[in-house]
Protein backbone atom coordinates (compact mmCIF):
# COMPACT_ATOMS: atom_id res chain seq x y z
CA UNK A 1 0.00 0.00 0.00
CA UNK A 2 2.85 2.35 1.10
CA UNK A 3 4.50 1.11 -2.12
CA UNK A 4 1.51 1.68 -4.50
CA UNK A 5 1.15 5.03 -2.91
CA UNK A 6 4.64 6.27 -3.79
CA UNK A 7 3.87 5.55 -6.93
CA UNK A 8 1.08 7.73 -7.59
CA UNK A 9 2.76 10.66 -5.77
CA UNK A 10 5.82 10.43 -8.22
CA UNK A 11 3.59 10.46 -10.90
CA UNK A 12 1.33 13.38 -9.83
CA UNK A 13 5.03 15.40 -8.95
CA UNK A 14 6.27 14.09 -12.61
CA UNK A 15 2.81 15.19 -14.21
CA UNK A 16 2.89 18.62 -12.72
CA UNK A 17 6.43 19.18 -13.47
CA UNK A 18 5.97 18.86 -17.01
CA UNK A 19 2.91 20.88 -17.19
CA UNK A 20 4.96 23.44 -15.71
CA UNK A 21 8.18 23.12 -18.17
CA UNK A 22 5.41 23.37 -21.06
CA UNK A 23 3.66 26.73 -19.74
CA UNK A 24 6.89 28.13 -19.43
CA UNK A 25 7.82 26.98 -23.16
CA UNK A 26 4.86 28.41 -24.31
CA UNK A 27 5.46 31.59 -22.68
CA UNK A 28 9.09 31.71 -24.38
CA UNK A 29 7.16 31.16 -27.97
CA UNK A 30 4.52 33.93 -27.11
CA UNK A 31 7.17 36.09 -26.11
CA UNK A 32 9.59 35.53 -29.10
CA UNK A 33 6.27 35.76 -31.78
CA UNK A 34 5.09 38.69 -30.03
CA UNK A 35 8.70 40.88 -30.46
CA UNK A 36 10.93 39.30 -32.85
CA UNK A 37 8.88 37.56 -35.38
CA UNK A 38 9.23 38.05 -39.00
CA UNK A 39 5.64 37.23 -40.04
CA UNK A 40 4.33 40.58 -40.62
CA UNK A 41 7.08 41.45 -42.28
CA UNK A 42 6.64 38.99 -44.46
CA UNK A 43 2.89 39.73 -44.72
CA UNK A 44 3.89 42.92 -46.23
CA UNK A 45 6.40 41.88 -48.61
CA UNK A 46 4.20 39.40 -49.96
CA UNK A 47 1.14 41.65 -50.54
CA UNK A 48 3.21 44.62 -51.44
CA UNK A 49 6.09 43.68 -53.31
CA UNK A 50 4.48 40.55 -55.22
CA UNK A 51 0.40 41.46 -54.82
CA UNK A 52 -2.88 39.28 -55.70
CA UNK A 53 -1.77 35.65 -56.96
CA UNK A 54 -4.69 34.46 -58.50
CA UNK A 55 -3.37 30.71 -59.83
CA UNK A 56 -1.80 30.70 -63.61
CA UNK A 57 -1.01 34.40 -63.36
CA UNK A 58 2.61 36.16 -63.83
CA UNK A 59 2.28 37.13 -60.03
CA UNK A 60 1.51 33.45 -58.86
CA UNK A 61 4.62 32.40 -60.13
CA UNK A 62 6.40 35.11 -58.48
CA UNK A 63 5.06 34.30 -55.22
CA UNK A 64 6.37 30.85 -55.77
CA UNK A 65 9.36 31.92 -56.10
CA UNK A 66 9.61 34.86 -53.48
CA UNK A 67 8.38 31.74 -50.99
CA UNK A 68 10.77 29.20 -52.24
CA UNK A 69 13.83 32.09 -51.09
CA UNK A 70 12.19 32.81 -48.18
CA UNK A 71 12.07 29.71 -47.05
CA UNK A 72 15.93 29.22 -47.67
CA UNK A 73 16.19 32.26 -46.13
CA UNK A 74 15.25 30.90 -43.08
CA UNK A 75 17.73 27.67 -43.38
CA UNK A 76 15.56 25.09 -43.19
CA UNK A 77 16.66 21.85 -43.58
CA UNK A 78 15.06 20.89 -46.81
CA UNK A 79 13.36 23.37 -49.30
CA UNK A 80 11.55 21.87 -52.36
CA UNK A 81 8.97 22.81 -54.51
CA UNK A 82 6.28 19.77 -55.98
CA UNK A 83 5.01 20.78 -59.57
CA UNK A 84 1.11 20.40 -60.30
CA UNK A 85 -1.31 21.67 -62.94
CA UNK A 86 -3.47 24.43 -62.20
CA UNK A 87 -6.41 26.05 -64.37
CA UNK A 88 -5.86 29.65 -65.48
CA UNK A 89 -8.34 32.20 -65.53
CA UNK A 90 -8.31 35.47 -66.48
CA UNK A 91 -10.63 38.50 -65.30
CA UNK A 92 -9.82 40.92 -68.48
CA UNK A 93 -10.37 44.31 -68.36
CA UNK A 94 -14.13 44.92 -68.54
CA UNK A 95 -16.72 44.31 -65.90
CA UNK A 96 -19.88 46.09 -65.92
CA UNK A 97 -23.24 46.08 -64.71
CA UNK A 98 -25.94 49.05 -64.96
CA UNK A 99 -29.99 48.98 -64.84
CA UNK A 100 -31.77 51.46 -66.23
CA UNK A 101 -34.81 52.75 -64.94
CA UNK A 102 -38.44 53.29 -66.32
CA UNK A 103 -37.52 56.79 -66.84
CA UNK A 104 -34.30 55.63 -68.83
CA UNK A 105 -31.81 56.76 -66.21
CA UNK A 106 -28.90 54.60 -65.84
CA UNK A 107 -27.56 53.66 -62.45
CA UNK A 108 -24.32 51.39 -62.18
CA UNK A 109 -23.97 48.51 -60.12
CA UNK A 110 -20.45 47.48 -57.97
CA UNK A 111 -19.98 44.39 -59.37
CA UNK A 112 -16.68 41.60 -60.02
CA UNK A 113 -16.87 38.65 -61.98
CA UNK A 114 -17.30 35.41 -59.89
CA UNK A 115 -13.87 33.25 -60.97
CA UNK A 116 -14.09 30.97 -64.06
CA UNK A 117 -17.02 32.84 -65.45
CA UNK A 118 -17.47 33.28 -69.03
CA UNK A 119 -17.48 36.68 -70.91
CA UNK A 120 -20.19 38.14 -72.46
CA UNK A 121 -18.93 38.51 -76.08
CA UNK A 122 -20.53 41.82 -76.02
CA UNK A 123 -23.02 43.34 -73.74
CA UNK A 124 -25.63 40.61 -72.81
CA UNK A 125 -29.36 42.81 -71.65
CA UNK A 126 -32.60 41.72 -69.93
CA UNK A 127 -34.91 41.86 -67.63
CA UNK A 128 -34.33 40.61 -63.97
CA UNK A 129 -36.07 38.35 -61.84
CA UNK A 130 -35.03 37.86 -58.17
CA UNK A 131 -34.71 34.46 -56.44
CA UNK A 132 -34.00 33.84 -52.90
CA UNK A 133 -34.11 29.85 -52.52
CA UNK A 134 -33.84 27.14 -54.79
CA UNK A 135 -37.35 26.66 -54.79
CA UNK A 136 -38.03 29.58 -56.61
CA UNK A 137 -36.25 28.62 -59.30
CA UNK A 138 -38.93 25.75 -60.23
CA UNK A 139 -42.05 27.80 -58.70
CA UNK A 140 -40.98 30.45 -61.34
CA UNK A 141 -39.93 27.60 -64.07
CA UNK A 142 -38.70 28.16 -67.31
CA UNK A 143 -42.02 30.27 -68.79
CA UNK A 144 -40.77 33.20 -66.32
CA UNK A 145 -37.15 32.92 -66.42
CA UNK A 146 -36.01 31.67 -70.17
CA UNK A 147 -34.12 34.86 -71.53
CA UNK A 148 -34.13 36.97 -68.20
CA UNK A 149 -30.68 37.66 -65.95
CA UNK A 150 -31.23 35.64 -62.87
CA UNK A 151 -30.41 38.00 -59.35
CA UNK A 152 -29.74 35.28 -56.75
CA UNK A 153 -30.17 37.40 -53.26
CA UNK A 154 -30.03 34.94 -50.32
CA UNK A 155 -28.39 37.19 -47.73
CA UNK A 156 -25.94 35.83 -44.72
CA UNK A 157 -27.91 34.90 -41.83
CA UNK A 158 -26.66 37.74 -39.33
CA UNK A 159 -28.23 35.13 -36.81
CA UNK A 160 -25.02 32.95 -37.07
CA UNK A 161 -22.79 34.28 -34.81
CA UNK A 162 -20.21 31.92 -36.40
CA UNK A 163 -19.86 34.07 -39.54
CA UNK A 164 -18.20 31.17 -41.60
CA UNK A 165 -21.89 29.37 -40.59
CA UNK A 166 -23.55 32.15 -41.87
CA UNK A 167 -21.44 32.10 -45.18
CA UNK A 168 -21.60 28.39 -45.59
CA UNK A 169 -25.90 28.84 -45.93
CA UNK A 170 -25.85 30.20 -49.08
CA UNK A 171 -21.99 30.36 -50.71
CA UNK A 172 -24.45 27.60 -52.82
CA UNK A 173 -25.66 30.12 -55.14
CA UNK A 174 -22.47 31.70 -55.82
CA UNK A 175 -20.92 28.53 -56.61
CA UNK A 176 -24.06 26.67 -58.60
CA UNK A 177 -25.80 29.30 -59.91
CA UNK A 178 -25.11 29.42 -63.00
CA UNK A 179 -25.48 26.34 -63.47
CA UNK A 180 -28.89 25.96 -61.97
CA UNK A 181 -30.46 28.77 -63.75
CA UNK A 182 -29.21 27.90 -67.14
CA UNK A 183 -31.36 24.99 -66.71
CA UNK A 184 -34.22 27.24 -67.05
CA UNK A 185 -33.23 29.36 -69.53
CA UNK A 186 -31.29 32.42 -68.15
CA UNK A 187 -28.78 34.36 -69.95
CA UNK A 188 -26.61 35.35 -66.85
CA UNK A 189 -26.52 35.51 -63.21
CA UNK A 190 -26.35 38.01 -60.75
CA UNK A 191 -25.28 37.11 -56.63
CA UNK A 192 -24.98 39.21 -53.46
CA UNK A 193 -21.56 38.96 -52.32
CA UNK A 194 -21.01 36.86 -49.38
CA UNK A 195 -20.77 39.46 -46.61
CA UNK A 196 -22.63 40.93 -43.68
CA UNK A 197 -20.98 44.50 -44.39
CA UNK A 198 -23.41 46.53 -45.76
CA UNK A 199 -21.31 48.18 -48.08
CA UNK A 200 -20.31 49.17 -52.15
CA UNK A 201 -17.60 46.12 -52.35
CA UNK A 202 -18.29 43.44 -54.37
CA UNK A 203 -16.44 40.02 -53.59
CA UNK A 204 -15.75 37.62 -55.90
CA UNK A 205 -14.85 33.54 -55.39
CA UNK A 206 -15.26 30.74 -57.28
CA UNK A 207 -18.16 29.44 -59.36
CA UNK A 208 -18.24 26.24 -61.57
CA UNK A 209 -20.46 25.13 -64.83
CA UNK A 210 -22.41 21.90 -65.17
CA UNK A 211 -20.28 19.87 -67.67
CA UNK A 212 -23.90 18.79 -69.99
CA UNK A 213 -25.43 22.79 -69.86
CA UNK A 214 -24.53 25.89 -71.11
CA UNK A 215 -22.09 28.69 -70.06
CA UNK A 216 -23.87 31.81 -68.99
CA UNK A 217 -21.99 34.97 -67.22
CA UNK A 218 -21.58 35.34 -63.67
CA UNK A 219 -21.31 38.45 -61.29
CA UNK A 220 -21.28 39.23 -57.57
CA UNK A 221 -22.45 42.70 -56.78
CA UNK A 222 -22.09 44.73 -53.36
CA UNK A 223 -24.44 44.27 -50.61
CA UNK A 224 -25.82 48.31 -51.32
CA UNK A 225 -26.00 47.43 -55.18
CA UNK A 226 -28.26 44.34 -54.26
CA UNK A 227 -30.57 45.86 -51.76
CA UNK A 228 -31.13 48.63 -54.19
CA UNK A 229 -31.78 46.35 -57.14
CA UNK A 230 -34.12 44.19 -54.63
CA UNK A 231 -36.23 47.68 -53.96
CA UNK A 232 -36.40 48.59 -57.74
CA UNK A 233 -37.53 45.26 -58.90
CA UNK A 234 -40.22 45.65 -55.72
CA UNK A 235 -41.37 49.04 -56.82
CA UNK A 236 -41.46 47.79 -60.99
CA UNK A 237 -38.32 50.61 -61.60
CA UNK A 238 -36.20 48.44 -63.45
CA UNK A 239 -36.89 48.15 -67.14
CA UNK A 240 -33.49 46.44 -67.99
CA UNK A 241 -30.36 45.23 -66.84
CA UNK A 242 -27.04 45.20 -68.80
CA UNK A 243 -23.72 43.18 -67.96
CA UNK A 244 -20.31 43.52 -69.96
CA UNK A 245 -17.49 41.45 -69.00
CA UNK A 246 -14.45 40.18 -70.71
CA UNK A 247 -13.03 37.52 -68.31
CA UNK A 248 -11.88 34.13 -70.30
CA UNK A 249 -10.47 30.92 -69.12
CA UNK A 250 -7.32 29.61 -70.74
CA UNK A 251 -5.70 26.56 -71.06
CA UNK A 252 -4.40 25.01 -67.59
CA UNK A 253 -0.39 25.79 -66.55
CA UNK A 254 2.02 24.61 -64.89
CA UNK A 255 2.61 26.15 -60.75
CA UNK A 256 4.09 24.27 -57.71
CA UNK A 257 3.39 24.38 -53.64
CA UNK A 258 6.46 25.29 -52.47
CA UNK A 259 7.55 22.91 -48.91
CA UNK A 260 10.23 23.41 -46.39
CA UNK A 261 11.00 21.20 -43.68
CA UNK A 262 13.37 20.86 -40.30
CA UNK A 263 14.42 17.36 -39.98
CA UNK A 264 12.95 15.40 -36.61
CA UNK A 265 15.72 14.40 -34.38
CA UNK A 266 14.15 10.77 -32.72
CA UNK A 267 11.14 10.42 -35.23
CA UNK A 268 12.15 11.84 -38.67
CA UNK A 269 9.55 9.55 -40.55
CA UNK A 270 6.73 11.19 -38.93
CA UNK A 271 5.51 14.24 -40.33
CA UNK A 272 3.90 17.24 -38.26
CA UNK A 273 2.35 19.69 -40.95
CA UNK A 274 1.44 23.28 -40.68
CA UNK A 275 0.41 25.45 -44.23
CA UNK A 276 -1.72 27.70 -45.79
CA UNK A 277 -2.49 28.56 -49.28
CA UNK A 278 -0.32 30.96 -51.10
CA UNK A 279 -2.48 31.62 -54.23
CA UNK A 280 -5.10 34.23 -53.90
CA UNK A 281 -7.91 35.89 -55.75
CA UNK A 282 -6.88 38.40 -58.06
CA UNK A 283 -8.58 41.78 -56.27
CA UNK A 284 -7.08 42.89 -53.11
CA UNK A 285 -3.57 41.34 -52.17
CA UNK A 286 -4.62 38.39 -50.50
CA UNK A 287 -3.76 39.49 -46.56
CA UNK A 288 -6.07 37.96 -44.71
CA UNK A 289 -7.03 34.77 -47.28
CA UNK A 290 -4.32 33.56 -46.96
CA UNK A 291 -1.20 35.50 -46.85
CA UNK A 292 -1.74 35.49 -42.97
CA UNK A 293 -1.70 31.67 -42.79
CA UNK A 294 1.18 31.03 -45.22
CA UNK A 295 3.30 33.71 -42.96
CA UNK A 296 2.13 32.03 -39.72
CA UNK A 297 2.78 28.86 -41.50
CA UNK A 298 6.12 29.25 -41.86
CA UNK A 299 6.98 31.35 -38.23
CA UNK A 300 6.39 28.51 -36.90
CA UNK A 301 9.24 26.58 -38.38
CA UNK A 302 11.38 29.57 -37.37
CA UNK A 303 10.36 30.28 -34.40
CA UNK A 304 11.70 26.22 -33.72
CA UNK A 305 14.93 27.49 -35.34
CA UNK A 306 15.76 30.68 -33.61
CA UNK A 307 14.50 29.28 -29.64
CA UNK A 308 16.81 26.63 -30.65
CA UNK A 309 13.89 23.95 -30.40
CA UNK A 310 14.88 20.55 -32.18
CA UNK A 311 11.95 18.46 -32.75
CA UNK A 312 11.28 15.15 -32.29
CA UNK A 313 8.99 14.92 -35.26
CA UNK A 314 9.73 16.53 -38.80
CA UNK A 315 7.91 19.61 -39.11
CA UNK A 316 6.65 20.02 -42.70
CA UNK A 317 5.66 24.01 -43.39
CA UNK A 318 3.39 23.66 -47.00
CA UNK A 319 2.20 26.50 -49.27
CA UNK A 320 -0.28 25.39 -51.27
CA UNK A 321 -0.96 26.55 -54.53
CA UNK A 322 -4.57 26.56 -56.15
CA UNK A 323 -7.02 26.74 -53.03
CA UNK A 324 -9.07 29.38 -54.39
CA UNK A 325 -10.69 28.09 -57.77
CA UNK A 326 -9.99 24.05 -57.70
CA UNK A 327 -7.75 22.96 -54.76
CA UNK A 328 -5.90 20.78 -56.96
CA UNK A 329 -2.53 22.17 -54.61
CA UNK A 330 -3.91 20.23 -51.91
CA UNK A 331 -5.03 17.09 -53.62
CA UNK A 332 -1.82 16.48 -55.31
CA UNK A 333 -0.03 17.02 -51.95
CA UNK A 334 -2.39 14.44 -50.66
CA UNK A 335 -1.84 11.94 -53.63
CA UNK A 336 1.85 12.09 -53.47
CA UNK A 337 1.46 10.90 -49.71
CA UNK A 338 -0.48 8.20 -50.36
CA UNK A 339 1.75 7.01 -53.05
CA UNK A 340 5.23 7.71 -51.00
CA UNK A 341 3.31 6.19 -47.97
CA UNK A 342 4.81 9.11 -45.68
CA UNK A 343 3.45 9.13 -42.20
CA UNK A 344 1.85 12.13 -41.10
CA UNK A 345 0.95 12.66 -37.52
CA UNK A 346 -0.97 15.96 -37.16
CA UNK A 347 -1.30 18.66 -40.09
CA UNK A 348 -3.03 21.98 -39.21
CA UNK A 349 -4.14 24.62 -41.76
CA UNK A 350 -4.28 28.48 -41.31
CA UNK A 351 -7.10 29.82 -43.96
CA UNK A 352 -9.10 32.11 -41.78
CA UNK A 353 -7.91 35.24 -41.23
CA UNK A 354 -4.75 36.98 -39.18
CA UNK A 355 -7.30 37.90 -36.53
CA UNK A 356 -7.00 37.10 -33.01
CA UNK A 357 -6.89 33.11 -32.17
CA UNK A 358 -10.09 32.06 -30.32
CA UNK A 359 -8.60 28.01 -30.36
CA UNK A 360 -8.58 25.04 -33.01
CA UNK A 361 -11.23 22.93 -35.47
CA UNK A 362 -10.73 19.24 -34.50
CA UNK A 363 -11.26 16.69 -36.97
CA UNK A 364 -9.97 13.34 -35.71
CA UNK A 365 -10.77 10.30 -33.66
CA UNK A 366 -12.26 10.74 -30.33
CA UNK A 367 -9.17 9.81 -28.62
CA UNK A 368 -7.12 12.66 -30.50
CA UNK A 369 -10.07 15.14 -29.76
CA UNK A 370 -9.98 14.69 -25.87
CA UNK A 371 -6.36 14.15 -26.00
CA UNK A 372 -5.77 17.85 -27.63
CA UNK A 373 -8.57 18.93 -25.14
CA UNK A 374 -5.90 17.86 -22.30
CA UNK A 375 -3.73 20.90 -23.28
CA UNK A 376 -6.99 24.05 -22.96
CA UNK A 377 -5.62 24.44 -19.60
CA UNK A 378 -1.82 25.78 -21.05
CA UNK A 379 -3.76 27.71 -23.32
CA UNK A 380 -5.74 29.76 -21.13
CA UNK A 381 -2.78 32.32 -20.12
CA UNK A 382 -3.48 33.36 -23.99
CA UNK A 383 -7.10 33.19 -24.16
CA UNK A 384 -7.97 30.47 -26.45
CA UNK A 385 -10.92 28.07 -25.15
CA UNK A 386 -12.24 26.70 -28.49
CA UNK A 387 -10.88 22.80 -28.57
CA UNK A 388 -13.87 21.56 -30.46
CA UNK A 389 -14.64 18.85 -33.42
CA UNK A 390 -15.09 20.53 -36.07
CA UNK A 391 -13.63 21.49 -40.24
CA UNK A 392 -10.14 21.68 -40.50
CA UNK A 393 -9.29 23.64 -43.90
CA UNK A 394 -9.29 22.80 -47.80
CA UNK A 395 -5.84 22.58 -48.34
CA UNK A 396 -5.54 19.69 -45.92
CA UNK A 397 -8.95 18.04 -46.42
CA UNK A 398 -7.52 15.84 -48.83
CA UNK A 399 -5.42 13.80 -46.41
CA UNK A 400 -8.56 12.86 -44.27
CA UNK A 401 -8.22 8.62 -44.19
CA UNK A 402 -9.56 7.95 -40.30
CA UNK A 403 -6.32 8.33 -38.97
CA UNK A 404 -4.31 11.42 -38.90
CA UNK A 405 -5.49 14.31 -36.96
CA UNK A 406 -6.73 17.51 -38.67
CA UNK A 407 -6.73 21.10 -37.17
CA UNK A 408 -7.75 24.26 -38.26
CA UNK A 409 -6.73 27.52 -36.45
CA UNK A 410 -10.04 29.44 -35.29
CA UNK A 411 -9.43 33.07 -35.28
CA UNK A 412 -12.29 35.43 -34.47
CA UNK A 413 -14.69 35.13 -37.17
CA UNK A 414 -16.73 38.16 -36.80
CA UNK A 415 -14.39 40.47 -39.70
CA UNK A 416 -13.52 38.10 -41.90
CA UNK A 417 -16.22 38.16 -44.43
CA UNK A 418 -15.98 42.22 -44.73
CA UNK A 419 -12.87 41.47 -46.40
CA UNK A 420 -12.89 37.74 -47.89
CA UNK A 421 -12.12 37.58 -51.49
CA UNK A 422 -12.71 41.60 -51.97
CA UNK A 423 -10.31 44.34 -53.12
CA UNK A 424 -10.49 45.22 -49.48
CA UNK A 425 -8.13 42.05 -48.46
CA UNK A 426 -4.63 44.32 -48.01
CA UNK A 427 -1.89 44.39 -45.90
CA UNK A 428 -3.43 47.24 -44.27
CA UNK A 429 -6.50 45.86 -42.84
CA UNK A 430 -4.10 43.03 -41.30
CA UNK A 431 -3.20 44.16 -37.47
CA UNK A 432 0.48 43.36 -36.17
CA UNK A 433 -0.86 41.91 -32.74
CA UNK A 434 -3.31 39.37 -33.86
CA UNK A 435 -1.64 37.91 -36.60
CA UNK A 436 2.02 37.08 -34.21
CA UNK A 437 -0.85 35.91 -31.54
CA UNK A 438 -1.80 33.64 -34.22
CA UNK A 439 1.82 32.22 -35.35
CA UNK A 440 1.89 32.03 -31.18
CA UNK A 441 -0.87 29.80 -31.06
CA UNK A 442 0.00 27.36 -33.73
CA UNK A 443 3.84 27.20 -33.02
CA UNK A 444 2.18 26.18 -29.08
CA UNK A 445 0.14 23.57 -30.01
CA UNK A 446 2.69 22.03 -32.73
CA UNK A 447 5.54 22.39 -29.73
CA UNK A 448 3.05 20.35 -27.80
CA UNK A 449 1.84 17.62 -30.38
CA UNK A 450 5.94 17.14 -31.33
CA UNK A 451 6.92 16.87 -27.79
CA UNK A 452 4.13 14.11 -27.10
CA UNK A 453 3.12 13.19 -30.62
CA UNK A 454 -0.91 11.63 -30.55
CA UNK A 455 -2.82 8.51 -29.66
CA UNK A 456 -3.66 6.18 -32.27
CA UNK A 457 -0.56 6.24 -34.08
CA UNK A 458 0.75 3.12 -32.83
CA UNK A 459 2.19 4.26 -29.68
CA UNK A 460 2.40 7.87 -27.72
CA UNK A 461 5.95 8.31 -27.91
CA UNK A 462 7.43 10.93 -25.29
Not at 337 to 366: C, N
Request: with cysteine; glycine share 8%; net charge neutral.
Amino acid sequence: MKSLLSIIILFCSLFLKSQEIDSLKLREIYDFNLQQSNCYENLRSLCKDIGHRLSGSKSAQKAVEWAELLMKNSNLDTVYLQQITVPHWKRGDVEKVYWKNINGETIDVNCTALGGSVGTNGIVNGEVIEIKNWSQLEEFGKNKIKGKIVFFNRVMNPTYINTGMAYGSCVDQRHSGASRAVEYGAIGVLVRSMTLKFDNIPHTGSMSYADSTKKIPAVAISTVDAHNLSEALKNNELKYLFMELSCKQLDDTISYNVIGEIKGQEFPDEIVLVGGHLDSWDIGEGAHDDGAGVVQSLQVLETFKKLKFKPKRTLRCVMYMNEENGNRGGKHYASMVRKTGEKHLFALESDRGGFSPRGFSIDGTKIQLEYLQSFEKLFKPYQLHVFSKGYSGVDIGPLKDGKLCLVGLIPDSQRYFDFHHSKADVFENVHKRELELGASAISSIVYLVDKYGLPENKSLKK
